[in-house]
C-alpha cells in the first residue's frame, strides 16, 4: 500500500498521466514505439541502486572521508566531490536523497554553513550522473536510441566532467574555511558478501546498457539477487519514475503521429545548435528527462541532444529530478530560509548553465 501511495503521490507522474490520457484522443500507440530495453535498464538500474542504499554503502564512505575534514570548505569540498563520484555510480537521485540530509545533520550539530554546500552537492551529483551512461535515466535512451559507443559516450561527457569541476571549484572558493571540530565516525557496517555480489552485477548491468546481452537479462538478475538480500529492498524501488518513462515513450508514440506536431518539431531540429538549444530550453520547463525522449524521436544529432539534455538538468529548478530532489531535501532538514536557499540555488545553477552553454556550443562548433 505504501508504494501504491508513492506512485500516486508523484507529481511528474501525475502531469505525465495526464497528458498521456489527451494524446490517447489523437491517436494510439504503437508497441514498436515503446523502448523497453531503456525500461528494462532503468528498472535494473533501479533495483540495483536501492540495493546499495540499504546496504548503507554510501553512508559509510560520506563518514569515513568526512572524519578527515578540517575546516568547512574542505568538509563542503568533500561531500561536493562525493557527489560528483556517487552521481556517476549511484545516479544523482539517490546521492542527493543520501548526501544532503547526511551533510544537514553534521551541519546542524556543528553550526555549519548550509546554503552553498547543498547547492554544490545539489550540482555535482548532476556532474556526475552527466558522465556516465547510467548515471542518468536519459543517458540510457540515448545511448540505446543512438547506438552509442562506450568510447563515443566518455569522449562527449569527458569536456563537460573537466569544465563542470572547474565551476564547482570556482564556488566552493566562497566558502570561508572556518575550523570545525572533528566529525565523530559512525558505526555503520555493510555486509562485504552482498556488497560484492551487487557490485558485481552492477558491473554486468552495463552489458544490458551497450547491447552486449538483452536488457532484460540485468534486470532480471537485479530483481531477483535483491529479493535474496531482502525482499522489502523492491518496495523502495522507484516505481514511479519507471511508469513515467512508459507514459512518456505511449504519450511520444502518439505525438509523432499527428502531422501538425511533427512539422513543428521537425522544423526546430535543423541542426546541431538548434537541437542543443532546443533540449536546453525544453528541460527548463518539462525536465531534461522528458526532453530528451520527445527530441530524440525527431533527431539524428546524438551528441547534440546528449550535451543539450544534461547541460539542461542546470539552470531552473524543473531542469533536473535532482533539482527538485534537493530543494525538497533542504526544506526537510534544512535550518535556515528555504526561500534563501532556492534564490541562491537557482543563481547559482544558472551561472553554471550559462558557462557549460558556452562550453557546448564551442564542441558542436569545432569538435563534431
Known sequence: MTVFKHIIKDRILQITVIITIISLFFARPRIADINFHTLFSVLAMLTIIQIFAYLHVLDVI???????AKNTRRLAATFTFLSVIAGMFLTNDITVLTLIPLYLTIAKKHKLPEILPVTLIGMGANVGAAFTPWGNPHNIFVVNQYNVSPLKFFSWSLPLLVVSIFILLLFLAFVKPVDIPSVPQQDIRISMRPTILTAAVFFFFFFGVF????????AIVA????????PSIMLHVDYALLLTF???????SDIQQIPLIVGLISKAMFSEHSVFLTSIISSQFISNVPSTILIGRFTKYAEALFLGSNIGGFGSIVGSMANMLVFKSFVEHGSVSKSRFFWVFTVLEYIGLIILMGLGWLVLDFVL
Do not use: E, Q, W
Open 62 to 68: 560520506a563518514y569515513k572521508l568526512t572524519t578527515h
Open 223 to 230: 530483481v531477483i539477487l535483491a529479493l535474496i538480500i531482502n
Open 246 to 252: 512508459t507514459c512518456f515513450f505511449i504519450f511520444i
Open 211 to 218: 547491447n552486449v546481452v538483452p536488457a532484460y537479462v540485468p
